[in-house]
């Protein structure tokens, strides 16, 4: 969602010595694109693994892309619960979602849809799955606000399929927020900031990440929808300005095995109105001595995702790669910043949730590959199950501590999707149908399997004289 105006629109004028028409009661899309000079929409939705499909609509289109008409053939638009014979997808624009990108394309727009079938919303469809999951939270009357920290890689691709970092001279072990990093970077790092504070998102920091070639760029925090629209647009974003300049932008998780792997943490925070429900009140026996100042809401929802923990890297962490990353012991700078059991403490990185303080949690185990709506939804399932039976996370663990009892973060994905087909709660966090999470479970399972019929330079460099 942006902040740009709504356009205000003058009615028509009626005939001789009549009154004008009532103005039309909402304003259309096509009047809210030709009022920021938007001449082609990128009407967008994503699958499952986050690609981004997209029909490219002139604006004398708009009218019908908003009544509906614009159909996508769901089995080759990805993984989104079709098969070649269903009929189509219908994209139904959200005018809320309006993002016009010059900086991409001079009059270009992008609209996040949601797909229809049968002129209902379809419960495979990753934006509608956490608009399903917020409706749970609203009858509850509560609603969610997210922040998202969005790195990634700008690479190069070598002619012998390696990759190289973009910038040649960043090639330190221990880069993080290296200055002179940034400063060589200064063109695309500020073009993508520029972008962002141009569509009303508030970029306040932009930052050389702990690896080399590793960027961070930050927004402020929205309702869980925008913000997760906002992760979507970034990337599309990030990869497109990046390409002009010669550059490739990478979220996969673990590009380089040395070197730190690549997150997408979540700041979540549970709010009624303008209550922030996650404050404890001073002196509130809620806390029963934890120190962290958390309502007994708070401590009930970290301790929902920490019982379901396992189940939700099957989305946090969601490719072959991502276990690359979570497996790691150590890398380049010494630290991998991605956690391997569910614990959760105070202002501490090395814990699954970390509380920098009491009006939001961080939930550190998503990585770059993470569909934002699926993490959110299924996040938000975990959470609200833990709040509804009152569980209780016990104390916090201290400085890179956990429980001896605390879960295992999964080691593969198969031991991630094994976990989820076992966890009905997060099973039917996907618009509360078991069938889409088994689904999603058998697609990844198909995914993991792929990845391992194929033989390795590692497999040939262990096994072909090892006997």
């Given at each position: 969602?942006?902040?740009?105006?709504?356009?205000?629109?003058?009615?028509?004028?009626?005939?001789?010595?009549?009154?004008?028409?009532?103005?039309?009661?909402?304003?259309?899309?096509?009047?809210?694109?030709?009022?920021?000079?938007?001449?082609?929409?990128?009407?967008?939705?994503?699958?499952?693994?986050?690609?981004?499909?997209?029909?490219l609509v002139p604006v004398e289109a708009a009218d019908e892309l908003e009544a509906g008409a614009m159909g996508f053939a769901g089995y080759a638009a990805g993984l989104i619960g079709q098969k070649p014979q269903d009929g189509d997808l219908i994209a139904v624009p959200d005018l809320a979602s309006f993002t016009p990108v010059p900086f991409i394309k001079e009059g270009l727009a992008i609209i996040h849809c949601d797909p229809h079938v049968d002129g209902k919303p379809w419960p495979y469809a990753p934006r509608v799955i956490l608009k399903n999951a917020l409706a749970r939270l609203a009858d509850r009357g509560m609603q969610a606000k997210v922040g998202a920290e969005v790195e990634y890689f700008l690479v190069n691709r070598n002619d012998d399929g390696t990759l190289s970092t973009a910038d040649a001279r960043d090639d330190s072990p221990r880069p993080c927020y290296d200055a002179r990093g940034v400063?060589?970077?200064?063109?695309?790092?500020?073009?993508?900031?520029?972008?962002?504070?141009?569509?009303?998102?508030?970029?306040?920091?932009?930052?050389?990440?702990?690896?080399?070639?590793?960027?961070?760029?930050?927004?402020?925090?929205?309702?869980?929808?925008?913000?997760?629209?906002?992760?979507?647009?970034?990337?599309?974003?990030?990869?497109?300005?990046?390409?002009?300049?010669?550059?490739?932008?990478?979220?996969?998780?673990?590009?380089?095995?040395?070197?730190?792997?690549?997150?997408?943490?979540?700041?979540?925070?549970?709010?009624?109105?303008?209550?922030?429900?996650?404050?404890?009140?001073?002196?509130?026996?809620?806390?029963?001595?934890?120190?962290?100042?958390?309502?007994?809401?708070?401590?009930?929802?970290?301790?929902?995702?920490?019982?379901?923990?396992?189940?939700?890297?099957?989305?946090?962490?969601?490719?072959?790669?991502?276990?690359?990353?979570?497996?790691?012991?150590?890398?380049?700078?010494?630290?991998?910043?991605?956690?391997?059991?569910?614990?959760?403490?105070?202002?501490?990185?090395?814990?699954?949730?970390?509380?920098?303080?009491?009006?939001?949690?961080?939930?550190?185990?998503?990585?770059?590959?993470?569909?934002?709506?699926?993490?959110?939804?299924?996040?938000?399932?975990?959470?609200?199950?833990?709040?509804?039976?009152?569980?209780?996370?016990?104390?916090?663990?201290?400085?890179?501590?956990?429980?001896?009892?605390?879960?295992?973060?999964?080691?593969?994905?198969?031991?991630?999707?094994?976990?989820?087909?076992?966890?009905?709660?997060?099973?039917?966090?996907?618009?509360?149908?078991?069938?889409?999470?088994?689904?999603?479970?058998?697609?990844?399972?198909?995914?993991?399997?792929?990845?391992?019929?194929?033989?390795?330079?590692?497999?040939?460099?262990?096994?072909?004289?090892?006997?």
């Open positions: 969602m942006t902040s740009v105006a709504t356009p205000a629109v003058t009615p028509a004028a009626g005939l001789a010595g009549q009154a004008p028409p009532a103005l039309a009661e909402r304003i259309s899309l096509a009047d809210i694109a030709r009022a920021h000079d938007v001449r082609f929409l990128l009407a967008t939705f994503v699958d499952m693994t986050g690609k981004p499909c997209a029909k400063t060589r970077m200064y063109e695309h790092l500020t073009s993508i900031s520029d972008a962002m504070n141009s569509l009303g998102w508030g970029n306040y920091a932009n930052d050389h990440e702990d690896a080399a070639g590793q960027f961070e760029q930050n927004f402020t925090y929205a309702d869980a929808l925008t913000t997760a629209d906002r992760v979507v647009s970034l990337r599309y974003i990030l990869n497109i300005l990046a390409e002009q300049r010669g550059m490739t932008a990478t979220f996969m998780p673990k590009p380089f095995t040395d070197r730190t792997g690549t997150g997408l943490h979540f700041h979540l925070s549970l709010w009624s109105g303008a209550e922030a429900l996650f404050p404890g009140d001073d002196g509130n026996a809620d806390d029963g001595g934890r120190g962290l100042g958390l309502s007994g809401l708070a401590y009930s929802f970290i301790a929902g995702i920490l019982d379901h923990a396992p189940a939700l890297q099957a989305f946090l962490a969601p490719t072959v790669n991502s276990y690359k990353r979570t497996g790691a012991t150590t890398s380049s700078s010494g630290a991998t910043w991605s956690p391997r059991k569910a614990s959760y403490g105070g202002n501490d990185r090395t814990h699954m949730i970390r509380v920098p303080d009491n009006k939001r949690i961080e939930l550190r185990s998503g990585d770059g590959s993470a569909n934002p709506y699926l993490a959110v939804a299924t996040a938000i399932a975990a959470g609200l199950d833990g709040v509804e039976k009152s569980l209780d996370p016990g104390t916090p663990s201290g400085p890179g501590e956990s429980k001896a009892d605390a879960h295992s973060l999964p080691a593969t994905l198969l031991h991630a999707v094994e976990a989820l087909r076992r966890d009905p709660v997060i099973l039917a966090g996907l618009s509360g149908d078991p069938e889409i999470g088994t689904y999603y479970a058998n697609a990844k399972e198909e995914e993991f399997l792929s990845w391992h019929n194929q033989v390795s330079d590692w497999e040939i460099r262990t096994y072909l004289t090892s006997i």
